[in-house]
């Protein structure tokens, strides 16, 4: 099946300080990528949608100049989380969007614990 | 009413039991309906996908969708404890939207 990873699987940051992940489709082309947050035992909860060469699309209450989202070719997407807090500490995973079985590849997720 | 709904559970099975994950969803629309499988800390991992109405199977896992109830099922044969996950089911409306339960979280006991 199509792979899709995502650098770095956990980070521990400073309040205030920015953090980039990114997340990168290995076998396939994405056009279109997902970015998502998870709190512990609770369900997917979508962020926003990138498209490559295009702004993203962000769901309603997610900030967009505080999760900045680029998808600069058709195998990477990144997020950063700028000035962060604590209440930003989550599992952001992402997915990638193979045209050929129309379904979603998610990558492993990135711990991001901020102090 | 969400788009998709699913038991959370737990659902709590002994190993060797046949096991039946079910989720509805609203929109007769929805073409396409997946079901992924969710490791503690771990990303989504794609299980099985379909495009129609009927059985789908691939080893131990059997995808069965109908239509006309807007229902949708995951059945385990033979479940193992390796099976214990959480288990979403999600549904594709147009281009880019796709809708995902909660996730049920089994436990096949040894």
């Known amino acids: 099946g199509a792979v899709v990873s995502q650098h770095p699987s956990w980070v521990i940051c400073k309040s205030g300080t920015s953090v980039k992940i990114e997340c990168r489709s290995l076998?396939?082309?994405?056009?279109?990528m997902f970015w998502y947050r998870q709190f512990p035992k609770q369900s997917l909860m979508l962020m926003a949608t990138s498209n490559e060469g295009s702004k993203a699309t962000y769901e309603q209450g997610v900030e967009k100049d505080k999760f900045l989202i680029n998808h600069a070719s058709l195998t990477l997407s990144t997020l950063t989380v700028t000035s962060a807090h604590p209440e930003d500490s989550s599992f952001y995973i992402c997915?990638?969007?193979?045209?050929?079985?129309?379904?979603?590849?998610f990558g492993p997720g990135t711990r991001l614990t901020v102090l | 009413q969400k788009e998709v709904e699913q038991d959370p559970g737990p659902l709590s099975v002994p190993e060797g039991a046949i096991v039946s994950l079910n989720c509805t969803y609203s929109?007769?629309?929805?073409?396409?309906f997946m079901w992924y499988r969710q490791y503690s800390r771990k990303g989504p991992e794609l299980l099985m996908y379909?495009?129609?109405?009927g059985n789908k199977e691939d080893g131990r896992f059997t995808a069965q969708v109908d239509k006309s109830s807007k229902y949708i099922s995951l059945f385990i044969r033979d479940s193992q404890p390796s099976d214990s996950a959480t288990y979403l089911c999600a549904t594709k409306y147009n281009f880019n939207k796709f809708y995902f339960g909660s996730g049920t979280k089994l436990n096949v006991k040894p």
């Open positions: 379909t495009y129609s109405s």
């Open positions: 997915s990638a969007r193979d045209i050929s079985t129309d379904t979603q590849y």
């Open positions: 076998d396939f082309q994405a056009t279109t």
């Open positions: 929109n007769s629309a929805f073409q396409y």
